[in-house]
């Protein structure tokens, strides 16, 4: 009988104490990655335009008026071409976003974004192509009379949205810095 008792007891403190209804997962890990501060000076180069860049990039002289502004630690670079606006605005604006939807094949979703600035003549947009893309983010800026810029954002790697998408958005701070800075020259 007493053996029974024990067992009977053992059994129960073992039912009691052995289930937990609440089984949590343990969460994934995320990589915590470090960026350097943002800190910005004009840019340097004689254009038809300038804009504030950061100071940790390194700016490439490209022929017409284009650039690429380096992104070394990131292995990545946006990359800015310049037309000048002859009644072919249009045409301007058409080419730049059949650019964006090329991606659409491997995008998850195109989200653009239009930006004004009444003051300083710039107009444009902005697009953030998400999934697996080649460019994750381009943008076109215009005063719609004389000068149109067109950039886009690209990896020096193959494209894993998930992986570079920190990066992406730390860049996206630089660009809509870029944007906001925008001048024309006359």
């Given at each position: 009988?007493?053996?029974?008792?024990?067992?009977?007891?053992?059994?129960?403190?073992?039912?009691?104490?052995?289930?937990?209804?609440?089984?949590?997962?343990?969460?994934?890990?995320?990589?915590?990655?470090?960026?350097?501060?943002?800190?910005?000076?004009?840019?340097?180069?004689?254009?038809?335009?300038?804009?504030?860049?950061?100071?940790?990039?390194?700016?490439?002289?490209?022929?017409?008026?284009?650039?690429?502004?380096?992104?070394?630690?990131?292995?990545?670079?946006?990359?800015?071409?310049?037309?000048?606006?002859?009644?072919?605005?249009?045409?301007?604006?058409?080419?730049?976003?059949?650019?964006?939807?090329?991606?659409?094949?491997?995008?998850?979703?195109?989200?653009?974004?239009?930006?004004?600035?009444?003051?300083?003549?710039?107009?444009?947009?902005?697009?953030?192509?998400?999934?697996?893309?080649?460019?994750?983010?381009?943008?076109?800026l215009t005063d719609s009379t004389h000068h149109f810029i067109k950039g886009s954002l690209y990896f020096y790697a193959k494209p894993n949205y998930d992986s570079?998408?920190?990066?992406?958005?730390?860049?996206?701070?630089?660009?809509?810095?870029?944007?906001?800075?925008?001048?024309?020259?006359?």
């Open positions: 009988m007493r053996n029974s008792f024990v067992f009977f007891l053992f059994s129960f403190f073992f039912c009691l104490f052995s289930c937990n209804p609440e089984f949590l997962p343990k969460p994934k890990a995320y990589l915590s990655l470090e960026y350097p501060e943002k800190k910005y000076q004009n840019l340097a180069l004689q254009r038809p335009y300038f804009f504030e860049v950061p100071k940790n990039t390194i700016i490439i002289d490209e022929s017409n008026n284009w650039l690429k502004i380096q992104y070394p630690n990131l292995k990545a670079s946006v990359d800015i071409t310049y037309k000048s606006v002859n009644k072919n605005l249009n045409e301007l604006l058409s080419d730049a976003e059949k650019l964006v939807f090329k991606h659409a094949v491997k995008a998850e979703q195109i989200i653009p974004k239009d930006f004004l600035n009444y003051e300083k003549r710039v107009f444009g947009s902005m697009y953030e192509i998400t999934g697996n893309a080649a460019s994750n983010l381009q943008f076109h570079i998408l920190p990066a992406v958005d730390y860049i996206k701070k630089d660009i809509l810095k870029l944007m906001g800075t925008l001048e024309w020259k006359k």
